[in-house]
């Protein structure tokens, strides 16, 4: 796959694939999509009723949401068990070109970028007291949870209308079957037809004023 990096309007990078005409993340700011999306919505509001969060992110990508997530465990001290799943894992060599050091302005967060790329596929690692990571090289439609395995899933998936296989009933009936009682799915999509596979699911759907550049996003909730 062929990978271009590009600079996003709040300075922070993200990648553009010619081949299906999408960028990893959005082109309004990589960095306030990522913060608004899966840490405001998804990890803090999870943090409100649990100390110790279970984490399944679809698309590891750039590993922006990895170490947004870890900058968040690093200054709350919960504990979060973070699964990733990624089909096409980057190389050393586009990763070096994501310039995270020119928007990522910690230094102690800085310091974790690059053992979370280097982390070994397939296999639980430490990389701090409270938060692990486990990255797993596999597709979603191959990927098998257990039933509520998970209490948090960020779904960031590429756009259903690039990878619709991927936004189908079948793909959120397994979301619903592999969160926790009370989980929540966070994404920037507020298709209709998504959120309508999100209630066929059993999810309730609510929309949220979306990151800068879009007017909405929505996060479903599993009944407790």
Same mark, same amino acid.
């Given at each position: ?16 694939? #010619? *081949? ?10 990589? &960095?306030?999509?990522? !913060?608004?999306? @899966?840490? =405001? ?50 190389? #050393? *060599? ?10 990522? &302005?910690?230094?102690? !967060?800085?310091? @974790?970028? =690059? ?63 592999? &969160? ?45």
């Amino acid at each position: 796959m062929n990978l271009e990096v590009r600079q996003t309007k709040d300075g922070s990078t993200t990648l553009f694939v #010619p *081949e299906l005409n999408e960028h990893y993340h959005s082109v309004h700011g990589a &960095l306030q999509e990522s !913060l608004h999306v @899966f840490i =405001k919505m998804g990890l803090q509001a999870a943090l409100e009723r649990l100390t110790t969060v279970r984490l399944l992110e679809v698309g590891f990508g750039t590993g922006l949401n990895a170490l947004l997530t870890l900058q968040h465990v690093l200054a709350s001290g919960a504990d979060v068990y973070y699964d990733t799943l990624e089909k096409f894992p980057l190389t #050393p *060599e586009v990763v070096a070109q994501l310039q995270f050091d020119k928007f990522i &302005l910690n230094p102690e !967060l800085l310091d @974790f970028f =690059k053992p979370l790329h280097d982390a070994p596929w397939e296999q639980p690692v430490s990389i701090s007291p409270h938060f692990t990571l486990r990255k797993l090289e596999t597709d979603l439609e191959a990927f098998a949870p257990a039933p509520e395995s998970y209490d948090l899933i960020y779904f960031d998936a590429f756009a259903p209308e690039k990878q619709p296989h991927l936004w189908t009933d079948a793909i959120f009936q397994k979301m619903y079957d592999c &969160l926790a009682p009370g989980g929540t799915l966070v994404t920037y999509c507020a298709k209709g037809s998504f959120k309508r596979s999100l209630k066929a699911a059993g999810f309730t759907v609510e929309a949220l004023p979306g990151p800068p550049g879009k007017r909405e996003m929505t996060r479903g909730v599993k009944s407790l």
